[in-house]
């Protein structure tokens, strides 16, 4: 509705954009309102439309829009007052429920956790339950606000001191003003007219004061309330049970009506015989529920129907300025519930009806087509639903046809009597069938889409749809202004109340109003060219990214869908024209071009042709039939060996413009397709390997010579490094070996004089023989040498040096000043040790270090043998 309303609003003045902006508004904002009073939460939809609508959307000779026209089927009444298990009632009672502020709900006598036995499942929220939508909406309708408090209060004075008349289509006197809104600091505005100037719709009736609540409603939910309990006494009405009393007392209250004369028109039933005489009996308790359920079925329909008219009003057109229209159907999809009765078989009666009449269109609109590309051929093998609606709706004898005759009949009908008849009468139906396992009276109808079992009890009353002349004469006593003008005390009426008995009329039953009403709706469908949308739902929870497939399957099976493919496949399903044809499957010609080229085909070498504005005539031709040509072949390859049947040549006709062929043939072709896909696919990747494999081949000969060079000059440098380091360290070595040597020499021969000089030789002691005179001397020299070898840089270290010293030189126990020992670690040069001895000292060399003396000082870390041990002593060198 939006994108039309958008589309075909296209003015070309200021003013006629406000016209145009106004009415599109109004056209998109009849929708919230009738979904809130006319849908309801079922087991499969939370919005289920109870009701059939169809849209005018009205255009002018310039294709824009004008104003729209809403036409309703079969409001499903009955949920007023029954509502299945896990079902609710419809959205507008839920809405003043939840959305009511709380001085509402106390004006409405609905306070916060009030139990309502027609407001099933109340703790369910649903985002359909939104006040403030559908209030706003009535507000771009026309409809102020203290209008919706009193639902649409048909009397009342305007703020500017003018009388508002009651009616439809009325005309305003006053200019812009402000209508109060029962928010504070809100007011809304009224449309502004022109003198002359149409009124689009009804204005607003604005109440003397602001009434409380919404009544209607209010009333007919504290009229559900209200159970009797069975009287002991047939000839006195039935009690009251528990808070009835006060149900009954709110209900009358609300919807402005004698409080006496409600309760007794419920209890006690008024029987007319003949023109004079009139007998009162009291109702059972049975009897007293259905005219409880009949007030309220009663009011809320005319309520609906009176909202359907004053949205008509508001956004409908002169007939004198609209030429074309824009139809929108959106009627109830095929039900199917545990518990089905005359709701269910006038809506899956109207699917049946729309089915064939898409079936029709779709056919027809099939054989069109092949008749224009020249094919001969006609739809034989197809599944017709005329044998269902011969069941529902044939002549002489169907199901409404004999619930109609029972409806007719002046005698109470039963369940049991109604199956019989309907069983034995249309036993001949292969529509028909029966539930043996049923304890309940019933019978099943097989649908389109699939059997559907309809229970027979209170299947005749519901067609009946009886108003007691009570009822509607104590609703014409309500002094509510909306309820008088639902129930206008018309003198025609009271005549026909009382017709003889020979001039009665035949009684209008539901199923005939129904029949009625779409055979109109037909009528405009038949002169229509028809566009179809399907609304698939992935899963009944609302759940994202969740795909029910059985479900999915069902809805598809109930829209027809499934139907329409098999009448599809029974022709040729798939068509596409020449020129995508010749595009996509120009390349199977690569499959002939081997072994038998056609005479129109050009060599493979010549690649793909293209496709010329100027040759298109005479080119699609040659090569269609070289394509076609090759199925023959893809038909044995793909058939199994010793199977003719699939070998057999697929059925494929080439018309004017486009190919039609079916599903298998299309198959065919995209295998083909396939396997010349992958061999070119095959050949490009031989190709490319080769190529990738020698440039890779290049790039590693390339690397290895580049890592050869750079490897041989990384090596010339370390041998260079090294070389350069190996010459300072020998020149520094030797340094120090000649400066070592220079410095021990030196130290030698200096200690070796002072110590001869000084000291005494002792009284009467005897020369030193020769020998030991060189021992002695030999010994002076070199203990120097072991001293350096013992103090190495490298070995023990710290006070295990120390130790080692001590162990060397043996120095014997007794006073530590007798002697001073000096160490030079970690000075440079040669260490040495100083000793002062007070007596002889003599040198043991246990072990000459002359043989590693032009060695690099480098001494295992590991032990400490080799070192020159001396041992000092206290005695003097001479013999003792």
């Known amino acids: 509705m939006k994108f039309y309303a958008v589309v075909a609003a296209s003015p070309t003045s200021w003013e006629s954009h406000r016209i145009a902006e106004r009415i599109e508004q109004r056209i998109l904002n009849s929708n919230p309102v009738m979904e809130a009073f006319g849908n309801a939460c079922t087991l499969r939809n939370n919005n289920s439309s109870r009701f059939g609508k169809f849209i005018q959307l009205q255009l002018n000779r310039a294709q824009q829009m004008t104003g729209a026209a809403v036409q309703t089927y079969l409001l499903e009444k009955t949920r007023v007052a029954c509502q299945a298990s896990s079902e609710r009632n419809f959205h507008i009672f839920y809405q003043i429920c939840k959305g009511a502020s709380t001085d509402e709900r106390l004006q409405w006598h609905l306070p916060e956790g009030a139990a309502f036995s027609w407001l099933p499942n109340p703790d369910r ?34 703020p500017c001191g003018s009388t508002v008349q009651c009616g439809l ?108 005489q009139v007998f009162r009996k009291p109702c059972s308790r049975a009897e007293c529920d259905i005219r409880r359920d009949c007030v309220a ?60 009449h898409f079936v029709a269109h779709y056919l027809r609109a099939q054989q069109e087509e092949y008749a224009v590309e020249g094919l001969e051929w006609s739809f ?93 004469r104590l609703l014409q006593q309500s002094q509510d202004p909306l309820l008088k003008v639902l129930f206008p005390a018309d003198p025609e009426e009271k005549a026909q109340e009382e017709p003889s008995g020979q001039s009665r009329a035949p009684v209008l039953t539901v199923v005939s109003k129904f029949k009625a009403s779409l055979e109109q ?23 994202a990214h969740t795909f029910l497939q059985e479900e999915v399957l069902s809805q598809l099976e109930a829209c027809g ?64 039939q070289d394509i076609l040509h090759t199925l023959p072949a893809l038909t044995q390859a793909a058939a199994a060996p010793g199977d003719p049947a699939e070998a057999s040549a697929a059925p494929v006709h080439c018309g004017r413009t486009k190919v039609f062929m079916t599903d298998s043939t299309l198959e065919l072709l995209e295998h083909g397709r396939a396997q010349v896909l992958e061999q070119c696919a095959r050949r490009i990747q031989g190709s490319w ?3 990738w494999y020698c440039k890779q081949g290049r790039r590693r000969r390339a690397a290895v010579l580049i890592q050869a060079a750079i490897r041989s000059w990384l090596a010339r440098k370390h041998v260079r490094r090294l070389h350069a380091a190996a010459t300072v360290i020998e020149r520094a070595w030797r340094r120090w070996r000649i400066g070592m040597a220079f410095l021990a020499s030196k130290e030698l021969d200096g200690v070796e004089e002072n110590h001869l000089s000084q000291v005494p030789l002792p009284t009467g ?67 040495s040790i100083r000793a002062l001895p007070q007596g002889s000292i003599k040198f043991h060399c246990r072990k000459s270090p002359l043989p590693y003396a032009d060695i690099c000082p480098e001494p295992s870390p590991y032990s400490v043998t080799g070192f020159n041990q001396i041992l000092l002593e206290r005695d003097s060198l001479g013999p003792r």
């Not at 309330?225 to 709110?250: H, V, W, Y």
């Not at 350096?788 to 840089?793: D, K, M």
């Open 380 to 472: 034989v093998n197809y599944q017709d639903n005329q044998p269902c609606l011969d069941l529902l709706e044939g002549s002489p004898i169907s199901i409404c046809s004999l619930i109609n005759e029972e409806c007719r009949l002046n005698r109470p009908s039963s369940a049991a009597q109604l199956q019989t008849r309907i069983e034995s009468a249309l036993a001949g139906s292969p529509c028909l069938g029966h539930n043996k396992l049923s304890r309940e009276p019933s019978f099943i109808v097989v649908h389109y889409a699939g059997p559907v079992q309809y229970h027979t009890a209170g299947l005749v009353e519901k067609n009946k749809d009886p108003v007691p002349p009570e009822l509607t």
């Open 765 to 831: 002691s005897l020369l030193l023989p020769q020998t030991q005179t060189s021992l002695l001397a030999a010994v002076i020299r070199l203990w120097p040498l072991g001293l350096v070898l013992a103090n190495a840089a490298v070995g023990v270290r710290g006070f295990q040096r120390k130790l080692v010293v001590w162990a060397c030189l043996q120095l014997p126990t007794g006073s530590p000043s007798s002697y001073t020992v000096q160490t030079a670690q970690g000075q440079a040069g040669v260490t």
């Open 561 to 624: 869908l499934v139907e329409t493919i098999h009448i599809s496949a029974a022709g040729f399903p798939v068509r596409i024209p020449h020129r995508n044809f010749v595009e996509r499957y120009e390349l199977l010609r690569r499959l002939r071009a081997r072994t038998s080229p056609g005479p129109h085909s050009p060599p493979p070498a010549e690649g793909r042709s293209e496709w010329s504005p100027c040759t298109e005539a005479a080119t699609p031709q040659p090569l269609l």
């Open 297 to 356: 079925k009663l009011v809320y329909a005319r309520l609906f129907d009176w909202l359907v008219s004053v949205i008509n009003s508001s956004i409908c057109a002169d007939p004198d300025s609209w030429t074309t229209f824009i139809g929108l159907l959106d009627v109830y999809g095929f039900e199917s519930f545990p518990n089905n009765s005359l709701e269910q078989l006038c809506i899956n009666y109207a699917n049946e009806k729309l089915q064939q």
């Open 125 to 158: 929220t649903l985002e359909e339950d939104c006040f403030e939508v559908t209030r706003e909406a009535m507000l771009h309708l026309g409809i102020d606000t203290p209008t919706q408090n009193n639902i649409f209060q048909p009397v009342g004075t305007h």
């Open 169 to 276: 289509g009325h005309r305003a006197q006053c200019a812009e003003t402000k209508i109060p809104d029962s928010t504070p600091g809100r007011a809304v505005r009224a449309p502004v007219l022109r003198e002359g100037q149409r009124e689009p719709g009804p204005k607003p009736h604005w109440p003397r004061r602001s009434e409380p609540g919404p009544q209607v409603l209010a009333g007919l939910l504290h009229l559900g309330n209200i159970r009797f309990a069975d009287s002991e006494d047939e000839a006195q009405p039935c009690q009251l049970m528990g808070d009835a009393k006060c149900s009954i007392r709110t209900s009358a209250s609300l919807l402005q009506l004698p409080e006496a004369p409600l309760l007794e028109t419920l209890r006690i039933r008024t029987i007319r015989a003949g023109r004079q």
């Open 521 to 543: 709706l037909l009528q405009v469908l038949h002169s229509t060219t028809p566009h179809y949308i399907r609304c698939i739902k992935p899963n009944s929870q609302g759940q």
């Open 689 to 691: 390997r080769r190529h």
